[in-house]
């Protein structure tokens, strides 16, 4: 696929055939995340590929609205931040789930980013704590690395 078709292509994909994906494509979409560009070099973005169902469905918990989706999607893949290593952590993963999203596209995948930084697990505060601190308890997610983003990866199934 021609570069320009990918960036047309790459939409929000919420619905998912429920076909698991590859992990030889898997690491193909890390391997090209892993080439983009960071401050100073630094590459300091880290991936976390999860791709047991109960732990997806887990994940699709961590706020109460806007991630439920995820509990169909094969594969959820965590972008995370080295934020002891440079300030410009959110910059550089967000350039690098930029990337995996368009590597996915150009793999024939549909992906959805599903913010986790800087959000409340629900919104009128009827679910206390932070979504950040529940992804990091789930899947013990090391001190000094922070988290983006979740990337919720599969093929493309029709809306329901």
Request: a negative charge.
């Amino acid at each position: 696929m021609e570069f320009n078709d990918v960036i047309l292509k790459r939409h929000s994909v919420r619905h998912y055939t429920g076909q698991p994906v590859e992990r030889e494509i898997i690491d193909q979409l890390i391997a090209v995340a892993q080439t983009a560009p960071s401050s100073k070099n630094c590459k300091s973005s880290a991936f976390m590929v999860i791709d047991d169902p109960d732990t997806i469905q887990a994940l699709s918990q961590m706020r109460t609205s806007g991630c439920k989706f995820m509990e169909k999607a094969p594969a959820v893949i965590v972008v995370l931040g080295n934020s002891t290593e440079t300030d410009m952590w959110v910059e550089n993963s967000s350039i690098s789930a930029t990337f995996l999203q368009l590597a996915a596209t150009a793999n024939g995948l549909g992906s959805c980013w599903v913010q986790v930084r800087g959000r409340e697990r629900s919104k009128d505060g009827s679910v206390p704590g932070t979504a950040e601190d529940y992804v990091r308890q789930l899947l013990g997610v090391r001190d000094g690395m922070s988290i983006l983003c979740l990337l919720a990866l599969g093929y493309e199934a029709p809306a329901e």
